[in-house]
């Protein structure tokens, strides 16, 4: 009896935790205005404006969190001496709703990006594994050596196998 009343127990904690984890595709109703300042921070180098506090080391880099969040996303920032870069990342299984409506998201966003990075060298490149659709939009934008000083990129995964959808944004500045 203990170990059914455990057992029971122990599924609606789960229940309770995994439900709670899951949360409503953000509407996003100022996303222009902050895909702006990012691109702003990004241009000016000064990314590391949004971070808190140190999160972790992952070789030269330092990681950081970020009190900047894009559609309900806090970012994170990664810093060496040669670049800085924040990512905001969105996956299906962190939301409620249809794939669908995630995939949307993403096309706002891109749409924005295209307006906001008008100026800026475009290209997209796609990877249609039979398991896995990967598309890759990079905005950039050239320094003064003729190499990238500063490029943003989206990057969607789209699998099969468990019906998922993800897409990072990652704004980029060379040091």
């Known amino acids: 009896m203990k170990k059914q009343l455990f057992a029971l127990l122990l ?21 222009k205005a902050v895909l702006q300042l990012i691109k702003t ?4 180098g000064n990314l590391l404006d949004f971070k808190n506090e140190e999160t972790g080391k992952d070789g030269d880099y330092i990681l950081y969190s970020s009190n900047l969040e894009l559609c309900d996303q806090k970012g994170e920032l990664n810093d ?3 670049q800085t870069t ?6 299906s299984k962190w939301y409620t709703g249809k794939l669908s409506d995630l995939m949307l998201l993403d096309d706002r966003i891109l749409r924005f990006l295209k307006v906001i990075l008008d100026k800026w060298e475009f290209e997209t490149i796609s990877d249609n594994d039979p398991d896995l659709k ?4 990079s905005f950039y934008e050239l320094g003064n050596n003729l190499g990238n000083k500063n490029d943003v990129t989206l990057i969607t995964h789209y699998s099969e196998d468990d019906n998922s959808y993800s897409f990072k944004l990652k704004f980029h500045h060379s040091k």
């Open 11 to 31: 599924f609606f904690c789960c229940s309770f935790v995994s439900a709670q984890e899951k949360k409503p595709i953000p509407a996003c109703t100022d996303m």
């Open 41 to 44: 921070a990004t241009t000016s």
């Open 80 to 82: 060496d001496k040669y």
């Open 86 to 91: 924040i990512t905001f990342e969105f996956k």
């Open 134 to 137: 990967s598309d890759y939009y």
